[in-house]
């Protein structure tokens, strides 16, 4: 028996390997070593053999640099929370390159000094929403909900619907937010039933606002009632809308979804939103209002730590200018064409065990609830969703009733055949049966 000890191969001859090479060059020194020196401990314990060393940092290397592993959406869930809300426009993405290098994001080229910050982002913004009189763009909604509660109504009383507390996710809660800015609460109305005189009945001096919230990732049915901006509006204070998903018109397909325009029409002092929901751009918050409100929010201490990235600016500015988001394009796409794809692929997997299957989709990440949008989907054996979420580009479907469903409405029509060569690829592997 020759000691394993001995035949551990050497760090510097792992990297000089030309594959290992090509990795350092794309992930660098820190991000390799490590997986090196794992795979020469595994060998030294005799769980590797020597000549497995190469194969085996290869293979648990990441894809890409930034920690994160690119995932192909087949979940059917259009804005995935978990996967990153919206996929960005082709412009949004040569922006945010762009951008990553010094650019002119506080500076004007013509005159060589100083200038607003982001202010082509600004300008796209108010003109696409005319009717708001300024706007103004912070980290994410959450950040803009906490600088209108801070500078509104910090001391003060914010009115809101008990039908309207709402938990975002991830335990994060809507009430928390807004009482740790200092605002204190003034519930009004009933889980399921809020009236305008309950809303009256609490407005008074220590009133800061009232706040409309979107209820945009659950629905109440039967006896309810809630009261819209427009009465709201009529209340003699501020009424603060968050309209959670970002729509700036109103969509003819998300009938009911609240969208900017009409509640500034309607009179809301300050429409809030993400801009990485239906809006179809990077995480951002954007307040859009009155104009000396949105000075105040502008100009407070907490805005310069809320403020986002000029990454964020650029990529929200292409968004703007895009004539066709990854959203908009996923939420239209005809359910026929869908059923065409998946048929396709169907008979490209010849031999596996797929089938179609009509699915339905959804908006998701708090947009739209309950709305189902008719989709279609590669039904696969369960089995084979772990395999598919460790390949390379991972692919993540849903499971349902023992099946792994790949939804189309979500996957980009350029990537099916990618999709065909990791359903092989994952049918292939030992841990597949
Ligand atoms: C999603 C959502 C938020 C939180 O938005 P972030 O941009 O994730 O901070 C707040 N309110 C409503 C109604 C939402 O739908």
Redesign the pocket.
Known sequence: MIDPRRSVPRTDAVLADPAVAIAVSALGHRTVKPVVRAAQERVRRGTLAPTDVIPAVLAALPAAPGGLTAVVNATGIVVHTNLGRAPLAAAAISALVTAAGTCDVEFELTTGERAQRGRATLATLAAAVPDAQAVHVVN????A?VLCATVLAAGREIIVSRGEL?E?GDGFR?PDLLVCTGARLREVGTTNRSSVADYAGAVGPDTGFILK?????FTVQGFTSAVDVGALAGLGVPVVA????GLLRPHPLLIGEPDARSALLAGATVVLC?S??LLGGP?A?LLLGRTDVIERLRRHPLARALRVDKLTLAALQATLTADLTPVQTMLSLDVEGLRRRARALVVSLDGLDATVADTIAEVG???APGLAIPSAAVSLPAALAGPLRGGRPAVVGRVAHGRCLLDLRTVHPGRDDEIAAAVRAAASMPTAG
């Open positions: 994410n909604a959450a950040a909900l709402v975002i809507l919230v979107h209820p945009s990732n968050d309209i959670g998903s993400s990485d929901k995480q918050g990440g708090g947009g």
